[in-house]
């Protein structure tokens, strides 16, 4: 997956709430630095 396609709306539409939405960016984000690490 490209960056650009997790800008697009219909990835965006997935997430119902902001807490959905959160949610998955925490996960991104620790998985991320699982991997910087």
């Known amino acids: 997956m490209k960056k ?3 800008l697009k709306d219909e990835f965006l ?3 119902k709430t902001g807490e959905d939405l ?3 960016l ?4 620790r998985r ?3 991997k910087i690490l």
């Open 4 to 6: 650009e396609d997790l």
């Open 13 to 15: 539409k997935q997430f």
């Open 22 to 24: 959160m949610s998955f």
């Open 26 to 29: 925490k996960d991104i984000q």
């Open 32 to 34: 991320g630095i699982e």
